[in-house]
């Protein structure tokens, strides 16, 4: 197992005079599930490029495999992917869709006729082989587009956003069987999603991005208790955030005296971490929503509008209403500028 299978070194992607891409240094180990996570420009799908070998980077290397990879074409790299859009051949059934790759590489026919099974088997496509993909349904082509990469056995397989076009059911049965797939293949995945509950359930590692760079990488359990910058924090779902002054919290709506002094220059709840019921702050219920194990309430606070969730054994407050809540040292997060 290496630490470093795929390596990039100092790489800077540009589009003509645009970076997209500065100076990314990323180390992704062999069999690893590693997902890019971050919002619509970060850069997820540029990096993906590079990977691949569709995008030349202006400076900086990467290694696949030990192997100087920089100038190899994309087709000599060893990189199976796939795309949102599935671009499976319409005409081909599932069988031949799987097999097309394989048949390009001229290999003997009973090694085709295996490798292709093997492959329908892995993703449970097995007795679809003479299905066109239209006339299966979207979890059965993604399956399918999954198959036929796998079959070609990549050193590593790219997946930008696969899921995407799933409805919700579909996407988190595909979310367990790419995971299997992995596990069982041993393939090293590298996965693009901008959907933080997707990146958190598959990710052996995240690479959070904003703006072409890496703002935090690390296990999902990682991400998810410690995440570092206020981006990190408010992509994990900390909704409250706000600046320490002494042994306040502020917001260029006002100020509230915390009952411990800070040690970060930032702080942030989630919903869940605000105490909702007790405590020495009144806020006013802006909004409230059943969420069944608990009750989602928006208060209107000195700081301006606190996301807290209450037990559901409280009794409801209506909108209007005034609510005791506090923002406990245990359940605050530090964070850097
Ligand atoms: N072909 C292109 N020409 C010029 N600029 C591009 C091109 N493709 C992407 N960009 C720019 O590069 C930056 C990164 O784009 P990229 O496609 O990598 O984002 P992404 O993280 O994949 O976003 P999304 O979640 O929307 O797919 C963006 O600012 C984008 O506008
Ligand atoms: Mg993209």
């Known amino acids: 197992m290496s630490d470093s299978f795929v390596q990039l070194s100092d790489v800077t992607l540009m589009y003509g005079k645009s970076t997209a891409v500065p100076e990314l240094n990323l180390s ?76 390009l590489q001229k290999l003997p026919a009973s090694e085709i006729k295996a490798r292709t099974e093997e492959g329908l088997a892995t993703v449970g496509l097995t007795g679809f082989e003479t299905r066109k993909p239209a006339e299966m349904s979207g979890g059965q082509q993604q399956r399918l587009a999954l198959a036929r990469s796998l079959v070609m056995k990549p050193k590593v397989l790219l997946l930008d956003e696969p899921l995407s076009n799933l409805d919700a059911r579909l996407r988190l049965e595909m979310r367990t069987e790419l995971q299997r797939v992995q596990k069982e293949t041993g393939v090293t995945m590298v996965f693009v999603t901008h959907d933080q509950a997707e990146a958190l359930a598959l990710a052996d590692r995240i690479v959070l991005m ?73 806020g006013r219920v802006l909004a409230t929503s059943f969420a069944g194990a608990h009750r989602e309430y928006v208060l209107e606070t000195a700081l301006g509008p606190v996301k807290a969730d209450a037990d559901i054994a409280l009794p409801e407050a209506a909108i209007g209403e005034t609510l005791s809540f506090d923002l406990p040292e245990a359940t605050a997060r530090p964070l850097a500028a």
């Open 28 to 103: 992704i180990r062999e069999g690893e599930l590693i997902c890019l996570l971050g919002p619509s420009g970060c850069g997820k799908t540029t990096t993906m490029r590079a990977i691949a070998g569709l995008l030349n980077p202006a400076s900086g290397s990467i290694h696949i495999d030990g192997r100087d990879v920089t100038r190899v074409p994309a087709n000599k790299r060893g990189i199976g992917l796939v795309f949102q859009s599935y671009a499976l051949f319409p005409h081909l059934n599932a069988f031949e869709n799987v097999a097309f790759g394989l048949r």
């Open 210 to 282: 904003q703006s072409g760079k890496i703002e935090q990488l690390g296990t999902p359990a990682d991400l998810y208790a410690r995440p570092e910058t206020a981006f990190a924090a408010d992509f994990m779902g900390f909704e409250n955030i706000f600046r320490t002054e002494g042994g306040k919290v502020v917001t260029d709506h006002g100020a509230l005296e915390l009952g411990f002094v800070p040690q970060s220059p930032m702080l942030a709840w989630r919903p869940d971490g605000v105490t909702v019921g007790s405590g020495p702050h009144q």
